[in-house]
T-cell receptor
Framework: KNQVEQSPQSLIILEGKNCTLQ??????????LRWYKQDTGRGPVSLTI?????NTKSNGRYTATLDADTKQSSLHITASQLSDSASYIC????????????FGKGTLLTVNP | DVKVTQSSRYLVKRTGEKVFLECVQD?????MFWYRQDPGLGLRLIYF???????EKGDIPEGYSVSREKKERFSLILESASTNQTSMYLC??????????????FGDGTRLSIL
């Protein structure tokens, strides 16, 4: 069964600090992995998409890594801001013509002043 | 920018009512999706459509149906609403070309309460 596990479930950090969110998956065959940011009361917004051959991708202060061998991904946030407070969702897409998305349950990040 | 618009942000209905949730996208995307999001469960796929008048069941289609008469509009229908359908409903769209590498663009959701 395809599964995506995210950790931690929630995290509180101080503004300006860095943090790393984890995503472990058992999805086959693997096509790509995405990180989404979901602000409270809003829909998810795509941060990064990584294919099998990519092991790092950045979007401003967000850097995602992918280790396809160990089936792990991380999202690193640098110099956090209050606006980074949100839920971060890892999504793994299995390949083929009938591709399927498997969602993690998300990590709720709170950035305090 | 892609815009996915859901007709209502908040909706309150009664048990047994037929409920329509509407979603419109403005980027000529082939694929459209309906999810529900519940605390501790994450997003779960209800139905999706990859073309006009086409629909496919997702992981939790029971109690729901969909309609896609025009490319830009995808409707979710609760045939006879029940309290366990109280949830946040999210609509998404994506380009068909490029398949699984295309990002999904989400609306801001409809928070539906069934009393």
């Amino acid at each position: 069964k395809n599964q995506v596990e995210q950790s931690p479930q929630s995290l509180i950090i101080l503004e300006g600090k860095n943090c790393t969110l984890q995503c472990n998956y058992t999805v086959s065959p693997f096509s790509n992995l995405r990180w989404y940011k979901q602000d409270t009361g809003r829909g998810p917004v795509s941060l990064t998409i990584m294919t099998f051959s990519e092991n790092t991708k950045s979007n401003g202060r967000y850097t995602a890594t992918l280790d396809a061998d160990t089936k792990q991904s991380s999202l690193h946030i640098t110099a956090s801001q209050l606006s980074d407070s949100a839920s971060y969702i890892c999504v793994v897409i299995s390949g083929g013509s009938n591709y399927k998305l498997t969602f993690g349950k998300g990590t709720l990040l709170t950035v305090n002043p | 920018d892609v815009k996915v618009t859901q007709s209502s942000r908040y909706l309150v209905k009664r048990t047994g009512e037929k409920v329509f949730l509407e979603c419109v996208q403005d980027m000529d995307h082939e694929n459209m999706f309906w999810y529900r999001q519940d605390p501790g469960l994450g997003l779960r796929l209800i139905y999706f459509s990859y073309d006009v008048k086409m629909k496919e069941k997702g992981d939790i289609p029971e109690g729901y149906s969909v309609s896609r008469e025009k490319k830009e509009r995808f409707s979710l229908i609760l045939e006879s609403a029940s309290t366990n359908q109280t949830s946040m409903y999210l609509c998404a769209s994506s380009q068909g070309a490029g398949g699984s590498n295309q990002p999904q663009h989400f609306g801001d959701g409809t928070r539906l309460s069934i009393l």
